[in-house]
């Protein structure tokens, strides 16, 4: 698949079906997430992968929980029991660095553009991902992060979903580029 198709092509996916995803198909994804760029090249992601469904809904009821308390305009939407976080996916990932003061946003940066790499890595094997914001809110929530694998040395930096799409994924559209001080 050309990188462009996977570029334009890829988009949030919050509907998936049952099927898991194979060992072969997550491990590509993830190998794809560690050719990142670096800041000096210290590759500082770990990732944990979450397939039990148990966990996948504490993290969902756990992250509403920290909405309706630190996000008051939005409890109400988030006042369900549906599962309006990880839409039921079949695999949630977190991206997660070790806690740093001198590294901590280079780190997190890093952890972004690896999970851009793993988003086009997974749309080329034909699945779907959805990066999942609100669930950073755990990171307030050491009982949580320590109930899905994550170090106490570390934190959450990007969490998302991963799974095999209901549907095809639609077209997007995007603006022109607004450049500004390019002299030509």
Same mark, same amino acid.
């Given at each position: !698949?050309? $990188? #462009? =198709?996977? %570029?334009?092509?890829?988009? /949030? ?6 099927? /898991? ?7 590509? =994804? ?9 800041? !000096?090249?210290?590759? @500082?992601?770990?990732?944990? %992968? ?5 966990? %996948?809904?504490? =993290?969902? #009821?756990?992250?509403?929980? &920290?909405?309706?308390? !630190? !996000? @008051? ?5 988030? &006042?369900?029991?549906? #599962? %309006?976080? &990880? ?23 890093? /952890?972004? $553009? ?11 094997? +034909? ?5 999942? +914001?609100? =669930?950073?809110?755990?990171? /307030?929530?050491?009982?949580? $992060? ?7 040395? &570390? ?7 991963? +799974? ?21």
């Amino acid at each position: !698949m050309e $990188l #462009d =198709v996977c %570029i334009k092509g890829r988009r /949030s996916v919050r509907a998936y079906t049952d099927e /898991s995803i194979s060992k072969q198909q997550i491990e590509a =994804v993830l190998e794809a997430g560690t050719w990142a760029p670096t800041g !000096m090249g210290r590759e @500082p992601w770990r990732f944990i %992968i979450v397939e039990d469904k148990k966990l %996948i809904k504490l =993290v969902s #009821d756990a992250t509403k929980e &920290c909405v309706k308390q !630190m !996000m @008051p305009p939005l409890a109400k939407q988030f &006042c369900t029991e549906a #599962d %309006i976080v &990880c839409y039921n996916a079949p695999m949630l990932v977190l991206v997660c660095t070790e806690k740093d003061q001198q590294w901590g946003h280079v780190s997190q940066l890093d /952890s972004v $553009l690896a999970t851009q790499n793993m988003f086009l890595k997974a749309y080329e094997l +034909g699945l779907g991902t959805c990066y999942m +914001g609100f =669930v950073q809110l755990l990171n /307030s929530k050491p009982d949580v $992060l320590r109930k899905l694998g994550v170090p106490e040395n &570390c934190e959450m930096t990007v969490p998302f979903i991963i +799974g095999h799409p209901k549907a095809k994924q639609g077209k997007g559209k995007r603006s022109k580029p607004v450049i500004t001080n390019w002299a030509k």
